[in-house]
Nanobody, 126 residues
Framework: VQLQASGGGLVQTGGSLRLSCAVS????????ITWFRQAPGKEREAVSC????????LYAESVKGRFTISRDNAKNMVYLQMNSLKPEDTAVYYC????????????????????WGQGTLVTVSS
């Protein structure tokens, strides 16, 4: 299983970016994908999840209304559209995959994920 995150970059406050996660060796129909981020000196935190049923998406409170997660089953890709970016969104963003059932807040727990991408850096300037 491999996950490849891309799409990061430098953007001004209020700008937008779309992150992509290319997934191989893992069916999106039977697994969930979550975007995490880690800012310098901080713990890795969950940002958004799209569950294996595809109909359920979850967001951290800090990104609700600004970020949108989606997936393309045919291409085995997961996207994170990030709008109205803020300096506090600056972090390395990772996509992670799991075949486990995720209930309640378990999607936010890093140890529930078996596969991780390498990360892509998002920098939001003020």
């Amino acid at each position: 299983v491999q996950l490849q995150a891309s799409g990061g970059g430098l953007v001004q406050t209020g700008g937008s970016l779309r992150l992509s996660c290319a997934v191989s060796g893992f069916s999106l129909l039977y697994g969930s994908i979550t975007w995490f981020r880690q800012a310098p000196g901080k713990e890795r935190e969950a940002v958004s999840c799209i569950r294996r049923n595809g109909a359920s998406t979850l967001y951290a409170e800090s990104v609700k209304g600004r970020f949108t997660i989606s997936r393309d089953n045919a291409k085995n890709m997961v996207y994170l559209q990030m709008n109205s970016l803020k300096p506090e969104d600056t972090a390395v963003y990772y996509c992670a995959a799991t075949r486990r059932g995720l209930i309640n807040t378990s999607w936010q727990i890093t140890t529930n994920y078996d596969y991780w991408g390498q990360g892509t850096l998002v920098t939001v300037s003020s």
